[in-house]
């Protein structure tokens, strides 16, 4: 399937919202908490059977992203879009079936495996893409498409509940609601599909810089690169600190407060997590978009020393002032979030446009390190301080501390990052000419 070929004066500012169509549907995979009693009532689960599907629907992201990203660079957007489309909803249509058997392992299936690899694919999808219509200001682009992943889940979780409230919570009304999701995933994520276009050889801004000038290095050869690896652990500690909060988020500020004159009730807890996902969001758009202005480097010294400030301060004196609790797990969060959005530009940054998109999939295998990582760190050490006889902010003070020790290896990794040496630079192979020439045809096309 070759790409389409935006033709003359079609506006580049329909590129994003043919990406948001897409993040703004798998992002639905932050909501899958939502799904979770129900299962484990109707179908009697434990909550480690009931995180399956969504555990392993984050590892086929990763791996799908990474072993799938050339595919996605040498058959374009709209090809990815597609296979993104068919995984996501099948996986959803799969889940029904599972859950209408009672069937569990169909869901796992079904969620986890099929939908993870929509996951996967449809993450990068648009990157290279959106980063080749705004070379100008790659890290504002990428930040709006991935803003949708990080937003998928607030428009997702209200309408699943409202959708088990209505179709009931049994087995049936989950089956229904799964329905559901897939066909209307199915018909929201096809308006991208029709709408993504690539720019056409020459600028495809009036004015602006041509794409693909510049280094262009493939996705085999960055990573042999040590540019590649320290972008790699930059990338692995920021989103390891950043969901250490998240996912304990609810327990960690009720615990914190738990022996203070005023504790935090569930509703405020719930509060909480809401707004950590709304930073998460404002972060991607918001300092990915700064980095254009400061430069990538610059804003990743922003996200790993002032991260590592702010989980100093909840360490220290964060049980003593709930606006100062609150305000520094924002500004982390904010952090996590546009530490996603920014690294597909600080790619384009070192290794060109070429493969961008498959380099960035390689990258997200320290997404799926991270996502082990850090809820084991928080976790754990909250199980032994908590046999030990501690309570409140105690149960944290230690992973709090070593999140400060990851981040300050990520910022000395960021500080270790160069321009790329020109042996690695890359001179495309004929098969990759050709493929080079599908993707951007003469302007005449």
Same mark, same amino acid.
């Given at each position: 399937?070759?790409?389409?070929?935006?033709?003359?004066?079609?506006?580049?500012?329909?590129?994003?919202?043919?990406?948001?169509?897409?993040?703004?549907?798998?992002?639905?995979?932050?909501?899958?908490?939502?799904?979770?009693?129900?299962?484990?009532?109707?179908?009697?689960?434990?909550?480690?059977?009931?995180?399956?599907?969504?555990? &392993? *629907?984050?590892?086929?992201? =990763? %791996? $799908?992203? !990474?072993?799938?990203? @050339? /595919?996605?660079?040498?058959?374009?957007?709209?090809?990815?879009?597609?296979?993104?489309?068919?995984?996501?909803?099948?996986?959803?249509?799969?889940?029904?079936?599972?859950?209408?058997?009672?069937?569990?392992?169909?869901?796992?299936?079904?969620?986890?495996?099929?939908?993870?690899?929509?996951?996967?694919?449809?993450?990068?999808?648009?990157?290279?893409?959106?980063?080749?219509?705004?070379?100008?200001?790659?890290?504002?682009?990428?930040?709006?498409?991935?803003?949708?992943?990080?937003?998928?889940?607030?428009?997702?979780?209200?309408?699943?509940?409202?959708?088990?409230?209505?179709?009931?919570?049994?087995?049936?009304?989950?089956? &229904? *609601?799964?329905?559901?999701? =897939? %066909? $209307?995933? !199915?018909?929201?994520? @096809? /308006?991208?599909?029709?709408?993504?276009?690539?720019?056409?050889?020459?600028?495809?801004?009036?004015?602006?810089?041509?794409?693909?000038?510049?280094?262009?290095?493939?996705?085999?050869?960055?990573?042999?690169?040590?540019?590649?690896?320290?972008?790699?652990?930059?990338?692995?500690?920021?989103?390891?600190?950043?969901?250490?909060?998240?996912?304990?988020?609810?327990?960690?500020?009720?615990?914190?407060?738990?022996?203070?004159?005023?504790?935090?009730?569930?509703?405020?807890?719930?509060?909480?997590?809401?707004?950590?996902?709304?930073?998460?969001?404002?972060?991607?758009?918001?300092?990915?978009?700064?980095?254009?202005?400061?430069?990538?480097?610059?804003?990743?010294?922003?996200?790993?020393?002032?991260?590592?400030?702010?989980?100093?301060?909840?360490?220290?004196?964060?049980?003593?002032?709930?606006?100062?609790?609150?305000?520094?797990?924002?500004?982390?969060?904010?952090?996590?979030?546009?530490?996603?959005?920014?690294?597909?530009?600080?790619?384009?940054?070192?290794?060109?446009?070429?493969?961008?998109?498959?380099?960035?999939?390689?990258?997200?295998?320290?997404?799926?390190?991270?996502?082990?990582?850090?809820?084991?760190?928080?976790?754990?050490?909250?199980?032994?301080?908590?046999?030990?006889?501690?309570?409140?902010?105690?149960?944290?003070?230690?992973?709090?501390?070593?999140?400060?020790?990851?981040?300050?290896?990520?910022?000395?990794?960021?500080?270790?990052?160069?321009?790329?040496?020109?042996?690695?630079?890359?001179?495309?192979?004929?098969?990759?000419?050709?493929?080079?020439?599908?993707?951007?045809?003469?302007?005449?096309?």
């Amino acid at each position: 399937m070759s790409p389409p070929v935006a033709p003359a004066g079609w506006s580049r500012w329909l590129v994003p919202p043919a990406a948001l169509s897409v993040h703004l549907s798998i992002g639905q995979a932050y909501a899958w908490s939502v799904f979770k009693p129900p299962l484990e009532s109707a179908l009697g689960l434990s909550g480690t059977q009931s995180a399956l599907p969504f555990q &392993l *629907a984050i590892v086929m992201l =990763g %791996l $799908s992203a !990474a072993f799938g990203g @050339t /595919l996605v660079e040498r058959n374009g957007p709209r090809w990815a879009m597609t296979v993104a489309l068919i995984c996501f909803s099948s996986g959803f249509l799969i889940s029904a079936l599972g859950a209408a058997t009672e069937q569990y392992w169909l869901i796992v299936l079904g969620y986890g495996f099929v939908g993870g690899i929509g996951l996967g694919i449809g993450y990068i999808s648009p990157v290279s893409t959106l980063i080749k219509w705004f070379p100008d200001r790659p890290g504002m682009a990428t930040g709006i498409a991935i803003m949708g992943f990080g937003g998928g889940a607030l428009i997702a979780s209200p309408w699943s509940a409202q959708m088990l409230e209505s179709f009931g919570s049994d087995s049936s009304g989950i089956a &229904l *609601a799964f329905l559901v999701h =897939g %066909l $209307s995933y !199915a018909v929201f994520m @096809t /308006l991208g599909v029709l709408l993504v276009r690539v720019p056409r050889a020459t600028q495809p801004v009036a004015g602006g810089p041509i794409a693909v000038e510049g280094v262009q290095v493939s996705a085999g050869r960055a990573v042999r690169t040590p540019q590649f690896w320290c972008l790699w652990v930059v990338l692995c500690m920021n989103v390891t600190a950043g969901i250490g909060i998240l996912e304990k988020a609810a327990p960690m500020i009720t615990d914190f407060f738990a022996d203070t004159s005023t504790p935090v009730s569930v509703s405020a807890a719930a509060g909480f997590v809401a707004l950590l996902s709304a930073a998460n969001m404002a972060g991607r758009i918001g300092w990915s978009s700064t980095s254009d202005l400061i430069g990538r480097k610059n804003i990743y010294r922003v996200y790993l020393g002032v991260g590592a400030l702010m989980y100093a301060l909840i360490a220290l004196i964060g049980d003593s002032s709930k606006p100062l609790f609150v305000l520094c797990a924002l500004v982390i969060l904010s952090f996590y979030g546009g530490g996603f959005a920014t690294i597909p530009a600080y790619l384009k940054d070192l290794f060109g446009t070429y493969q961008v998109g498959a380099i960035h999939g390689r990258l997200l295998t320290a997404w799926s390190t991270a996502g082990v990582l850090g809820p084991l760190i928080v976790n754990w050490i909250a199980d032994r301080q908590e046999e030990a006889g501690k309570h409140g902010s105690s149960l944290y003070t230690l992973s709090l501390f070593i999140m400060i020790g990851l981040l300050a290896v990520g910022f000395v990794a960021n500080e270790l990052v160069r321009p790329v040496h020109a042996r690695h630079h890359h001179v495309p192979a004929p098969r990759e000419a050709t493929d080079v020439e599908r993707q951007q045809p003469e302007s005449a096309a």
